[in-house]
């Protein structure tokens, strides 16, 4: 049996990277990364929108595409080779399947979040590996109820609503400008992704859902996009690499001729190679293979991560000392990588749950 994309993935994949490549070059990521272009990235997204990429996972009844984790690992892959600035993750991933799965289909918020004029905040981390001080309780009123803790790591600060993961399994939508929230935009190594964090005193919350396993499956759908995101900002370091290495000479030829740096760049593509089958049969399995979904989501995420970073090193290492110049940027990819690698759990902690799943490690080990 041959597994690979359809001629419509085919299809989407051309047109995202052709309007990536057109609006979206290292220059206005350069841009949006010091601060000097703020407004990048809520463009970019507009663009975006009006391919349908907003709409990709939400149900046709709500107003969107209903298409498939596979087509929107297919968008992801080709954000992280442009190294994207913008809410794809957040809103188009995370909001889409939760919003699409909780709000009656006539909800106004699910139309405004298919034409891309709704930009939705994804506060997560809680769930995994999140610190002692940052509980999150939800209480329950007459009205309908608020939010009391803090989350950190937030993405997407500039998000109009934010949807909030607690410890214990529930889901809740917060505005931007609801009483009692204090946003405090954070830096971290990816200045293409900026995360925040959000304290809640009595804030007032909508209620998703208190089923864990939707929060599980948003997880598993998150972890999937945030490994396809780093296998195309890997292939992107890849090619890179090997381009320098055709042009870069010494003792009058390309360095691509040595046998220690072809040696390199077939490492890192023979490494990077299954690691494209394996997100795609991730996200297939989201939506055709239930029983093996989340297992398969923790290893693509771990497995990847750790391929992602050993290219990241290795395409800077064939650079030589141009690698480590803001010139040439490969800094936003690699950092871009590492970024995903920390993202809703490190490789070590994803194989401890998947342990855990599995009935391999007892629940509090």
């Known amino acids: 049996m041959e597994f690979g994309l359809s001629q419509e993935q085919r299809f989407l994949r051309d047109s995202v ?15 949006f990364a010091d601060g000097t272009d703020s407004t990048v990235a809520r463009a970019g997204w507009h663009g975006l929108a009006e391919l349908g990429i907003s709409a990709l996972l939400l149900p046709e009844a709500a107003g969107g595409l209903g298409l498939k984790a ?3 690992a297919v968008v992801a892959q080709t954000f992280g080779e442009h190294v994207t600035p913008g809410p794809f993750l957040g809103t188009g991933a995370v ?20 034409a891309g004029k709704l930009i939705v905040g994804a506060a997560l981390s809680e769930t995994s590996g999140a610190r002692e001080d940052a509980q999150i309780t939800y209480q329950a009123t007459g009205d309908g109820g608020v939010l009391s803790g803090r989350a950190l790591h937030v ?6 609503q934010f949807i909030v ?3 214990a399994g529930a889901l809740h939508l917060v505005a931007a400008d609801a009483p009692g929230l204090t946003l405090t935009q954070t830096t971290t190594i990816d200045r293409t992704r900026p995360t925040c964090e959000l ?4 804030t007032p919350a909508r209620s998703l859902s208190d089923d864990p396993a939707l929060l599980a499956s948003t997880l598993d759908l998150a972890r999937v996009m945030i490994a ?11 090619q890179q690499a090997v381009a320098y290495a055709q042009e870069r000479e010494q003792f009058n030829r390309p360095i691509a001729s040595f046998q220690a740096v072809k040696h390199m760049c077939a490492e890192m593509a023979a490494a990077l190679e299954p690691c494209q089958a394996m997100v795609w049969y991730a996200a297939h399995a989201l939506d055709a293979l239930p029983e093996e979904a989340h297992l398969t989501a923790l290893h693509t995420k771990a497995h990847v991560s750790e391929v992602g970073t050993r290219v990241a090193k290795t395409a800077t290492e064939v650079h030589g000392g141009m690698g480590f110049t803001d010139l040439l940027g490969l800094h936003y990819w690699f950092k871009r990588i590492g970024f995903n690698r920390q993202t809703l759990g490190t490789p070590d902690l994803l194989r401890r749950q998947a342990a855990r799943a599995q009935g391999l490690l007892a629940s509090g080990a």
């Open 199 to 202: 304290r809640f005193a009595e």
């Open 95 to 114: 909001a889409a399947h939760v919003l699409g799965a909780t709000l009656p289909q006539d909800d106004p918020l699910l139309a405004e979040l298919a």
């Open 155 to 160: 993405l997407h600060p500039k998000a109009h």
């Open 17 to 31: 990277q052709r309007y990536l490549s057109e609006q979206m070059p290292l220059d206005r990521v350069r841009a």
């Open 228 to 238: 396809a995101d780093t296998v195309g900002a890997a292939y992107a370091m890849l």
């Open 70 to 72: 596979l087509d929107a």
């Open 165 to 167: 993961a607690s410890r």
